[in-house]
């Protein structure tokens, strides 16, 4: 499995590049926000991918323990994300339909990762 392309790596790329793009554009985050929402946002969104992808290139056989704490992880950086892009949704910043997209993006995410985790601890 290491060297295959999961779905769910695929897709955290995808929010990943949506993140950089949304929060990137200043005319929808303003320079205010910089420092205390976009950077965290823009981060959880590339550890999202760097854990799953770390996960993915750790042996399951060997590193189980470690595997499932990445996925984990993961799994706790898309809460954190859920949560800036709700508060960014309070504060005005994004629409309904926006933060409606972009938590489903992440929700995907956070579901795919929880059957992976579940099938890892099973084998």
């Known amino acids: 499995m290491s060297n295959d392309k999961l779905d769910v790596i695929t897709k955290a790329m995808e929010l990943a590049e949506h993140t950089l793009r949304v929060t990137s554009n200043c005319n929808r985050y303003p320079k205010k926000w910089r420092f205390s929402l976009v950077d965290k946002m823009q981060n959880k969104a590339l550890e999202i991918y760097e854990k799953l992808h770390e996960a993915n290139r750790t042996d399951l056989k060997a590193y ?34 926006s933060m409606q997209y972009w938590s489903k993006m992440v929700c995907d995410i956070k579901h795919m990762t929880i059957g992976w985790r579940t099938k890892d601890r099973e084998r």
Do not use: W
């Open 64 to 97: 189980k323990r470690e595997r499932l704490e990445l996925q984990t992880k993961a799994i706790t950086y898309c809460d954190q994300l859920l949560f800036y892009i709700e508060m960014s949704h309070k504060l005005e910043i994004i629409s309904q339909k």
